[in-house]
């Protein structure tokens, strides 16, 4: 169950009382997810939203990380 819990009364999830996230899911390069919520500790299914970490603004860095490790050329 999640730490915390934002409730919206237009959300569906809420008013259904089910354990859902309202921030972002990242997907890094190495294939581990992080919430863009701190305190979230749900399960990429309990998000409705997701996206790549090299598609953000402001991105983690871990594609680019990757990529040097793999090509030092191209750092």
Known sequence: ???????SAGCP???D???HCH???VEHADGTWSCTDD??????ASHGSSSRCQD???RCG???ERVR??????A
């Open 1 to 7: 169950m999640s730490k915390r819990r934002a409730t």
């Open 13 to 15: 999830d809420c008013v």
């Open 17 to 19: 009382g089910l354990d």
């Open 23 to 25: 921030s972002t899911l």
């Open 39 to 44: 305190d979230c500790d749900l399960g990429p």
């Open 56 to 58: 953000l603004a402001g």
């Open 62 to 64: 871990c594609a680019e």
């Open 69 to 74: 490790r793999s090509n030092p050329r191209a």
